[in-house]
Antibody
Framework: EVQLVESGGGLVQPGGSLRLSCAAS????????MSWVRQAPGKGLEWVSV???????YYADSVKGRFTISRHNSKNTLYLQMNSLRAEDTAVYYC???????????????WGQGTLVTVSS | QSALTQPPSASGSPGQSVTISCTGT?????????VSWYQQHPGKAPKLMIY???KRPSGVPDRFSGSKSGNTASLTVSGLQAEDEADYYC??????????FGTGTKVTVL
C-alpha cells in the first residue's frame, strides 16, 4: 500500500528556515517523480516543486532560490528545505507522487496528509 | 503562471448533475491532455478523481467524468450524492516543468 507521511512543520519566524520530510512506503521515491504542493489557510492548491527520477529539480517562481527539494534514497524520503521564509509561505504542505507519461509529469496520484508551516513573529 | 479559473461554487440536489469548468490558456489546458481533477474534503488531503482529461483511477465512481474543449476542461458529477460535497480543483501541466492548479470550486449538495 502506498503511503506518504509528512513531518517537520511548525512555527518559524520570518527569515527563518525549516526542513520538511515526507517518508514514503509501498514504492521507491527515487524511481518516481515527486512533488510538493501547498495550501494557504482557506485558499487553493499551489504547486511548489518537483524532483524527477533522474534528479532534475524545478520550482514555482514564488519559491525559486529559497526552497530546495531533495531525496534520500536509502531512507526512501523526500525533503523540502525552506529558507528565507515569509509570511506568505504559511500553508499546509503536501508531498505527492507524480505520474509521468513519456517523461512529462502528468498528475498527482498519491498525497500525504500534509504538515502545517506557520511563518510569524 | 496564473491559476486556472474555476467558478467559486456549484450546487445541485441529490441525483442531479453538476458541471465545473476550468479555464486556462493554450500554454496549459489547451496545450496538453494532462488535465487532472482532485476532490478535497475539509481538513483532508486532495484525492485524484480524473487524470489525462477523462480517465478515472480505479475506485472512483463512474458518476465522475471529465472532458476538454480548447482551453477549457470540465468535470461533471452525475447522480449527486451527499458525499460528493467537497472542494474540487483542476490541474494542468503548464510546460517548462511547471504545474498549475485551478482556483477551486466548492460543490454543495442541496
Amino acid at each position: 500500500e502506498v503511503q506518504l507521511v509528512e513531518s517537520g512543520g511548525g512555527l518559524v519566524q520570518p527569515g527563518g528556515s525549516l526542513r520538511l520530510s515526507c517518508a514514503a512506503s509501498g514504492f521507491t521515491v527515487s524511481s518516481n517523480y515527486m512533488s510538493w504542493v501547498r495550501q494557504a489557510p482557506g485558499k487553493g492548491l499551489e504547486w511548489v516543486s518537483v524532483i524527477y527520477s533522474g534528479g532534475s529539480t524545478y520550482y514555482a517562481d514564488s519559491v525559486k532560490g529559497r526552497f530546495t527539494i531533495s531525496r534520500h534514497n536509502s531512507k526512501n524520503t523526500l525533503y523540502l528545505q525552506m529558507n528565507s521564509l515569509r509570511a506568505e509561505d504559511t500553508a499546509v504542505y503536501y508531498c505527492a507522487r507524480v505520474i509521468a507519461v513519456a517523461g512529462t509529469a502528468n498528475y498527482f496520484d498519491y498525497w500525504g496528509q500534509g504538515t502545517l508551516v506557520t511563518v510569524s513573529s | 503562471q496564473s491559476a486556472l479559473t474555476q467558478p467559486p461554487s456549484a450546487s445541485g440536489s441529490p441525483g442531479q448533475s453538476v458541471t465545473i469548468s476550468c479555464t486556462g490558456t493554450s500554454s496549459d489546458v489547451g496545450g496538453y491532455n494532462y488535465v487532472s481533477w482532485y476532490q478535497q474534503h475539509p481538513g483532508k488531503a486532495p484525492k485524484l478523481m480524473i487524470y489525462e482529461v477523462s480517465k478515472r483511477p480505479s475506485g472512483v465512481p463512474d458518476r465522475f467524468s471529465g472532458s476538454k474543449s480548447g482551453n477549457t476542461a470540465s468535470l461533471t458529477v452525475s447522480g449527486l450524492q451527499a458525499e460528493d460535497e467537497a472542494d474540487y480543483y483542476c490541474s494542468s501541466y503548464a510546460g517548462s516543468n511547471n504545474f498549475v492548479f485551478g482556483t477551486g470550486t466548492k460543490v454543495t449538495v442541496l
